[in-house]
């Protein structure tokens, strides 16, 4: 039996789990109407490769990957395109994403669809058709896959079936139906990555979903692991953590330990990609909360969530819908949303079910927030920093190791939404970060305008110069027969009146005094001084790579 390692803090919420697993998989009807977003993933948005009017096929790609953190869409059924415009989409920010319209004509034909042995293929290519056919993470995070399989010869592949948020039970179905084909998926994830060890995690409150997937290992050498009840054990470190007792530092990545990790409906996604050639144009979804019938559906991606939940027959006290967990999830105020890769589950609330939150108190010091972080952080001493802007003191409490679980506001008796102060500061720093690198762009482009000006009045200084000096030359030549010493000496006064022009314009410029650097902090002085000595090794490279130009023509002349 293999030792765990467990990680620190957690919280023991109720699972919520068995409402939606008592009824199988069922395939959700095909909708009038699919809204496909072309930003269903972390990176670069999907291109439209499509024109409205057009009509596609169920399973062609709509959306082309732009770059190499992104991922393509694909038409989740035939019909015709509609629109290619902004639309509601479900996520934290409330921006609107641009988004496909498809209009289904009720026939879903097929792309001519073609398996792969992808042990015949090598690692490369086997990465760019996962990106081609759209797989992404399938747990939440939707991180594009084919960038994780990018690292080879790894120690350890670990499966994330422990889907420990309460009410989400789409993975827990979908290893109790289909643990065969998951393992055809690990299969392909370990070859593209040439893991020696398979370790699959399932907490030990899906006892059926363990025994599927038992059976199905057989003879493979995975391991299944089953782990306790706890959240978030099906977070990505605190996983890793438990299974192989190593931790992934702070700011790195599991791949820096020998160990990658992929979430159980992901590798199916890669079997139904590779063994059948189908794109990812569904996933399964729990529909549970304040509902007449709990279930799993197998959904297609783009439909509306407000014609999902129907499904579910939601009871008349419902008072909104999350969508994910009750820990992480998303509150949707727009029904019209569609459904994307990273949605797993639609919650369906009540007053009975999510009463309302008191008034948040002051913070009284109490550090269950500390004792209950999977994280090990600091989570009051964030929460002050993060109300008072202080994000270089949140940065050095390691703001960004936080995983935004929740546990945190979950034990909090002063009820204070700990993870939304998390989430601004995380936000806050981020376009602070994307501004200073503009007005860095901004500033190193109009600090080159100006050395290209002045570069080029050096240039033209010293071709009248050279004029000069080679006309002296020739004059002086021709009236004393002079050779070789009086091309030297026109090339020495060419190059005596480039330097000159070079000094006159450093001293020009060493005359300018900064303005407004008196009295600033240390930490404010030290980096101007260090974008002074940027600029001045920029300016200084480019001094001496057109002295050296000049020299050179001066010499060969």
């Known amino acids: 039996m293999r030792t765990l390692y467990p990680f620190h803090g957690g919280v023991h919420p109720a699972d919520h789990k068995s409402e939606s697993a008592q009824l199988g998989i069922a395939v959700a009807p095909l909708p009038q109407r699919l809204v496909v977003s072309l930003f269903q993933h972390r990176g670069s948005p999907a291109k439209p490769v499509v024109t409205i009017g057009e009509q596609v096929l169920k399973g062609q790609r709509i ?36 988004s496909i319209t498809l209009e289904t004509d009720g026939e879903e034909r097929w792309i001519e669809r073609q398996p792969m042995d992808y042990c ?30 990018n690292a080879n010869h790894l120690e350890t592949l670990v499966i ?30 370990q070859h593209a990555m040439g893991a020696r060890n398979v370790l699959i995690g399932i907490e030990d409150n899906k006892p059926l979903a ?37 931790e992934v530092p702070s700011g790195g990545l599991p791949t820096q330990i020998g160990v990658q990790c992929f979430n159980v409906a992901t590798a199916y996604s890669m079997h139904r990609v590779a063994n059948h050639g189908e794109p990812v144009i569904s996933r399964l979804v729990t529909l549970t909360g304040n509902v007449e019938e709990a279930r799993n559906y197998e959904v297609l991606i783009g439909t509306p ?69 999977p994280a090990d952080l ?18 050095e409490y390691k703001l960004f190791d936080c995983i935004e679980c929740g546990c945190c506001s979950y034990v909090c008796p002063s009820h204070i939404p700990l993870v939304q102060f998390y989430r601004f500061a995380k936000s806050e720093i ?40 080679e006309a002296a030359a020739r004059a002086a030549k021709t009236s004393e027969g002079g050779g070789d010493a009086d091309v030297d000496a026109a090339a020495a006064a060419k190059k005596a009146a480039i330097q000159a022009a070079i000094e006159r314009a450093k001293a020009k410029k060493a005359a300018v005094k ?23 090794q920029a300016k200084e490279t480019a001094e001496q790579t057109v002295t050296a130009q000049n020299t050179d023509e001066g010499q060969s002349a």
Request: charged letters at 25%; one cysteine or more.
């Open 63 to 98: 959306g082309a990957a732009e770059g190499m953190i992104s991922s393509s869409v694909h038409a989740p059924s035939s019909g015709r395109i509609t629109a290619i415009e902004l639309h509601p989409a479900p996520h934290h920010s409330g921006l609107p994403d641009l």
């Open 120 to 149: 015949a293929i090598d690692p490369s290519g086997l990465r760019q058709h996962l990106q081609d056919m759209g797989v992404v993470g399938l747990g939440g995070a939707a991180f594009p896959s084919h960038v994780k399989l």
């Open 160 to 189: 994330n079936a422990a889907e420990c948020e309460p009410y989400i039970t789409c993975d827990d179905m979908l290893m109790r139906e289909r643990a065969a084909e998951v393992v055809q998926g690990i299969m392909i994830a």
């Open 210 to 246: 363990i025994a599927s997937m038992q059976a199905a290992c057989q003879g493979t050498g995975m391991e299944v692991v089953v782990v306790p009840t706890l959240y978030p054990s099906g977070s990505t470190k605190q996983l890793i953590k438990l299974l192989t007792g190593k």
């Open 305 to 373: 969530i407000g014609e999902l939940v129907k499904l579910a027959r939601p009871k008349a006290d419902t008072t909104g819908y999350i969508m994910g967990g009750p820990m992480m999830g998303l509150p949707l105020t727009d029904l019209s949303v569609p459904v994307v890769k990273a949605t797993n589950c639609i919650i369906a609330t009540s007053k009975a079910l999510f009463p309302p939150l008191p008034r948040a108190m002051p913070c009284i010091r109490c550090t269950r927030c500390a004792a209950a972080c």
């Open 378 to 395: 600091q989570p009051q001493e964030l929460f002050w920093f993060a109300k008072s802007k202080n994000f270089e003191k949140a940065q």
């Open 430 to 469: 981020s376009a602070q970060e994307k501004d200073r690198k503009a007005a860095d762009l901004a500033r190193e482009r109009h600090e080159f305008r100006e050395f290209r000006q002045e570069r080029e009045k050096l240039e033209k200084a010293a071709r009248h110069a050279a004029k000069a000096a």
């Open 514 to 536: 900064p303005q407004n650097v008196d009295d600033l902090p240390p930490e404010a002085q030290a980096k101007i001084d260090e974008i002074d000595e940027r600029r001045a």
